[in-house]
């Protein structure tokens, strides 16, 4: 699709979800997921579902056939609950401790096993792939969110759209150390820490969700009982 085939209130798709526009800006859409029990959740503004940006790159890949993704948007809830998914999820978290590659995990997309590696806890189980064993066709390390571009940037796409009133005074503070504290310092005083954590949460999934694909990582046949 192409920005000029949105319109305010349109429901569209992409592979991962069904969405309804909320707003066009002059090169980016926005919109919330429909993926709620309570349809009066989607009325606003403003919305208790998180809005997202779609810039040009993510708006070429959607579409108003509800045809074109129908098995993904209908089983985008069964893959999060899908057992490796999950255990990918958690290795997901575990890199994610500390500081970037403090903490490392490495899949076996045949086997979906992970391995763990962890500076601060002196955990290696990378040891456990001998160099004869080790390929690169199979395994692969689980990215860091910095890699998914789910660091600082999603915190500023979050105050865009729910705080930008207190754009600025983020601003200041992720340009001083221990930044992370201090802005949830300032969402628990605003009662946002809750929506934070959701559209963080909701968020990594689906960019999970495009990486497996991405790397040819089949969850879909290991989903919990």
Request: net charge negative; hydrophobic share 30%; glycine share 8%.
């Given at each position: 699709m192409k920005k000029i085939d949105f319109k305010i209130g349109q429901t569209f798709y992409t592979?991962?979800?069904?969405?309804?526009?909320?707003?066009?800006?002059?090169?980016?859409?926005?919109?919330?997921?429909?993926?709620?029990?309570?349809?009066?959740?989607?009325?606003?503004?403003?919305?208790?579902?998180?809005?997202?940006?779609?810039?040009?790159?993510?708006?070429?890949?959607?579409?108003?056939?509800?045809?074109?993704?129908?098995?993904?948007?209908?089983?985008?809830?069964?893959?999060?609950?899908?057992?490796?998914?999950?255990?990918?999820?958690?290795?997901?978290?575990?890199?994610?401790?500390?500081?970037?590659?403090?903490?490392?995990?490495?899949?076996?997309?045949?086997?979906?096993?992970?391995y763990y590696c962890s500076d601060l806890s002196g955990i290696d189980e990378f040891d456990e792939i001998s160099e004869e064993d080790y390929d690169p066709n199979i395994h692969i390390e689980i990215p860091h969110k910095n890699e998914l571009d789910l660091g600082r940037n999603l915190v500023f796409e979050f105050v865009e759209q729910f705080m930008p009133e207190e754009a600025d005074k983020v601003g200041q503070i992720f340009r001083k150390r221990g930044a992370y504290s201090r802005y949830k310092d300032l969402l628990d005083s605003k009662e946002m820490l809750p929506k934070w954590y959701d559209f963080e949460n909701r968020r990594e999934q689906l960019e999970l969700i495009e990486w497996c694909k991405e790397n040819e990582i089949d969850f879909k046949d290991s989903v919990q009982k």
């Open positions: 592979e991962t979800s069904k969405w309804r526009c909320t707003d066009i800006g002059s090169r980016v859409i926005i919109a919330i997921e429909l993926n709620q029990e309570n349809s009066q959740d989607y009325s606003g503004p403003p919305y208790s579902s998180a809005e997202y940006i779609f810039n040009e790159d993510k708006i070429e890949d959607c579409s108003l056939d509800p045809d074109e993704f129908t098995q993904d948007t209908e089983n985008i809830d069964e893959i999060i609950k899908s057992q490796l998914f999950d255990d990918i999820y958690n290795g997901f978290m575990f890199a994610n401790i500390g500081g970037c590659g403090e903490n490392s995990a490495i899949l076996n997309k045949q086997t979906g096993k992970i």
